[in-house]
T-cell receptor, first 111, second 115 residues
Framework: GESVGLHLPTLSVQEGDNSIINCAYS??????FIWYKQESGKGPQFIID?????DKRQGQRVTVLLNKTVKHLSLQIAATQPGDSAVYFC??????????FGGGTRVLVKP | EAGVTQFPSHSVIEKGQTVTLRCDPI?????LYWYRRVMGKEIKFLLH????????ESGMPNNRFLAERTGGTYSTLKVQPAELEDSGVYFC?????????????FGPGTRLTVT
């Protein structure tokens, strides 16, 4: 079946550096992707999304890149801050707004 | 405006017992979703309500799980009887619409521990 997965389970990054979180997906028909951030004790929170007709989308300190050729997307966080420490999930949004999540990457920001 | 709320935040039960989880969506959101994350695996879709109707229950693992949304407001998810493999975090989300452009807002989750 289709799946969305992650390459790195844990990413340790120095405060102020940039973070890059990667995600692979298997369904070539997927056309809408979302990155979520989950902090301890909270549910996933929307960060940024991208549709398959785009290669790149930028938000505040975050950028999502989509490479449809290799079915890969990434989340880049600029100037990582302590508040960015969390688990990050990529998800494919399918029919009926049904989300298919990847396994998650924990980002630890070192002071 | 209040977000999605879930109750309880944590439940510890013995194998074979029954547990009922509750989700209160954001007011006015017709779409309600249940997801769960079990033992180191990814968050998986369970089912989707539109108002009181089950739109998609393809993710429900077996008939020990029963979800209801009487009146189209809050929803309950009952596990009866609970098994060890049901341990995990159960999330509820709600959205205004069921198209992909409608953001899903997640609750904090209920952590279920079956011993």
């Amino acid at each position: 079946g289709e799946s969305v997965g992650l390459h790195l389970p844990t990413l340790s990054v120095q405060e102020g550096d940039n973070s890059i979180i990667n995600c692979a997906y298997s369904n070539s028909a997927s056309d809408y992707f979302i990155w979520y951030k989950q902090e301890s004790g909270k549910g996933p929170q929307f960060i940024i999304d991208i549709r398959s007709n785009m290669d790149k989308r930028q938000g505040q300190r975050v950028t999502v890149l989509l490479n449809k050729t290799v079915k890969h997307l990434s989340l880049q966080i600029a100037a990582t801050q302590p508040g960015d420490s969390a688990v990050y999930f990529c998800a494919e949004n399918g029919i009926g707004n049904k989300l298919t999540f990847g396994g998650g990457t924990r980002v630890l920001v070192k002071p | 405006e209040a977000g999605v709320t879930q109750f309880p935040s944590h439940s510890v039960i013995e194998k074979g017992q029954t547990v009922t989880l509750r989700c209160d969506p954001i007011s006015g959101h017709d779409n309600l979703y249940w997801y769960r994350r079990v033992m180191g695996k990814e968050i998986k879709f369970l089912l989707h309500f539109v108002k009181e109707s089950k739109q998609d229950e393809s993710g429900m693992p077996n008939n020990r799980f029963l979800a209801e949304r009487t009146g189209g407001t809050y929803s309950t998810l009952k596990v009866q009887p609970a098994e060890l493999e049901d341990s995990g975090v159960y999330f509820c989300a709600s959205s205004q619409g069921s198209f992909a452009s409608y953001e899903q807002y997640f609750g904090p989750g209920t952590r279920l521990t079956v011993t």
